[in-house]
């Protein structure tokens, strides 16, 4: 009776155990950060996370992510630091593949400052926002700072920076691919 228990408790024990797969670890590089804001890198897939401060419970988390086609993450940082050079009108608005990201500028402290304000699934009732960031802020934001930009063109999987360059030897300032001409489009209030 005591070889059945324990050829039943063995088997059990083991088809227990054959329901759990160990899943690809696939690394997520953090590019730059500052405060509630950062640029992440999966592969060729950059995300940018941020605090929403558009929700009553501050804990909320939100994202937004694009491919990086035709440099459009260096495009994305020039239109970003061009619009702190002269502050548009109206705020730029950028169609990405799931969302509508809106750049909204303005003065703060006579300082000028940027915000993302994120349509969540296209969808102009769920919006997020998130704090608003100065130029220094979203240098360290895109990795200028601490030399992680090198990461845009590269693969995520490269563990250092100073190797010899694998993929892409081309770099383009080219703006986001989605929206070329996203400082003509207006917004609509």
Do not use: W
């Not at 039943?8 to 997520?28: A, D, P, R, W, Y």
């Not at 401060?53 to 988390?61: C, P, Q, R």
């Not at 061009?82 to 109206?90: K, R």
């Not at 990461?151 to 929206?179: D, L, W």
């Amino acid at each position: 009776m005591r070889k059945i228990i324990l050829l039943i408790t063995c088997m059990f024990g083991v088809s227990v155990f054959s329901q759990i797969k160990v899943l690809k670890n696939e690394s997520l590089v953090e590019i730059g950060k500052d405060n509630s804001v950062g640029l992440y890198k999966k592969e060729d897939k950059f995300t940018i996370n941020y605090q929403d401060l558009n929700t009553s419970n501050l804990n909320t988390i939100r994202s937004f992510s694009f491919q990086n086609m035709d440099g459009d993450v260096s495009g994305l940082y020039k239109l970003i630091m061009d619009g702190f050079l002269t502050t548009p009108d109206e705020n730029i608005i950028l169609e990405l593949p799931n969302d509508i990201i809106e750049l909204h500028y303005e003065k703060n402290y006579g300082q000028p400052t940027v915000q993302f304000i994120q349509y969540i699934n296209k969808n102009r009732k769920y919006v997020g926002k998130s704090q608003f960031l100065n130029k220094k802020q979203m240098e360290k934001v895109f990795g200028r700072v601490n030399g992680k930009s090198a990461m845009y063109e590269k693969p995520a999987t490269m563990n250092h920076i100073n190797g010899t360059k694998a993929g892409s030897s081309q770099a383009s300032t080219a703006a986001p691919s989605s929206n070329g001409n996203s400082k003509n489009k207006k917004s609509k209030k």
